[in-house]
């Protein structure tokens, strides 16, 4: 059974850094993708990086800013997020999709909250 959990949100300042650490369980780190969503009050879920066993992705919008990685010994996934804008204000959740063999499967965490702001 896959199980997420999110730590790390909190208040920073813009131009500040912030450290998101997701802790699963169930993971299988050789085919699973894992990544980070946000969701800022009103707007909808929108990826921001995401993590294959051999290749990351990022929202333009965090491009050189955020830096997605993974441990796989301790079975975290962690988000480093950088020269940080009050644009980034959101709730991060930690995700899990999976190759069915019918179809992709979602899993989410709790989600943390980030605020930016001076």
């Known amino acids: 059974q896959v199980q997420l959990v999110e730590s790390g949100g909190g208040l920073a300042q813009p131009g500040g850094s912030l450290t998101l650490s997701c802790a699963g369980s169930?993971?299988?780190?050789?085919?699973?993708?894992l990544g980070w969503y946000r969701q800022a009050p009103g707007k909808q879920r929108d990826m921001v990086a995401a993590?294959?066993?051999?290749?990351?992705s990022y929202a333009d919008s965090v491009k050189g800013r955020f830096t997605i990685s993974r441990d796989n010994a301790k079975n975290t996934v962690y988000l480093q997020m950088d020269n940080l804008k009050p644009s980034d204000t959101a709730v991060y959740y930690c995700?899990?999709?999976?190759?069915?063999?019918?179809?992709?499967?979602?899993?989410w965490g709790q989600g943390t909250l980030v605020t930016v702001s001076s």
């Open positions: 995700n899990l999709r999976r190759w069915t063999g019918g179809g992709w499967r979602d899993y």
């Open positions: 169930g993971i299988d780190f050789s085919i699973d993708i």
């Open positions: 993590s294959t066993s051999s290749s990351t």
